[in-house]
């Protein structure tokens, strides 16, 4: 399933809101994705992975990326070379916006990213395009 589903994310910050005051809240933002081998079993972990090498991996294994609308993310399916079958989801331009896009509709403080060392260029694209950037160090 999705690291960060939409609906759940909104769920969360809904009920932040009932504790704290809207500039009191960042929300958090993942960078990066998870390759499950299927079928899952309860326990069973999957590999973390960041967003560029999710795209890779795809282009790789020519497999096809679709978006869930529900969640607002990306994700494939495709089968490695012991033949299993596994299923990746992780964020792209498209999931990132409609994170941001969820902070700013309920004004909240800003965003923070989980982690920083992956590197993911689409994503400053976005958030430069939607947002002022400032610095607080």
Same mark, same amino acid.
């Given at each position: 399933?999705?690291?960060?589903?939409?609906? $759940?994310?909104?769920?969360?910050?809904?009920?932040?809101?009932?504790?704290? &005051?809207?500039?009191?809240?960042?929300?958090?933002?993942?960078?990066?994705?998870?390759?499950?081998?299927?079928?899952?079993?309860?326990?069973?972990? #999957? %590999? &973390?992975?960041?967003?560029?090498?999710?795209?890779?991996?795809?282009?790789?294994?020519?497999?096809?990326?679709?978006?869930?609308? +529900?969640?607002?993310?990306?994700?494939?399916?495709?089968?490695?070379? +012991?033949? &299993? $079958?596994?299923?990746?989801?992780?964020?792209?331009?498209?999931?990132?916006? #409609? %994170?941001?896009?969820?902070?700013? *509709?309920?004004? !909240?403080?800003?965003?923070?990213?989980? /982690?920083? *060392?992956?590197?993911?260029? +689409?994503?400053?694209?976005? !958030? /430069?395009?939607?947002? /002022?950037?400032? &610095?607080?160090?």
């Amino acid at each position: 399933m999705a690291v960060a589903p939409l609906p $759940e994310v909104r769920r969360v910050v809904e009920y932040a809101l009932t504790e704290f &005051s809207p500039n009191q809240l960042y929300l958090g933002i993942p960078n990066y994705g998870y390759d499950w081998t299927l079928p899952y079993r309860d326990g069973g972990r #999957a %590999k &973390s992975l960041n967003n560029v090498e999710a795209v890779r991996l795809a282009w790789d294994r020519r497999a096809a990326i679709r978006y869930d609308e +529900q969640t607002q993310t990306p994700w494939f399916r495709y089968v490695d070379d +012991q033949g &299993s $079958e596994h299923e990746v989801w992780f964020e792209d331009a498209r999931s990132i916006q #409609a %994170k941001l896009n969820l902070a700013f *509709d309920f004004g !909240l403080y800003g965003v923070g990213y989980w /982690n920083l *060392d992956r590197p993911f260029p +689409q994503n400053w694209v976005v !958030l /430069n395009a939607m947002a /002022n950037i400032r &610095s607080e160090m």
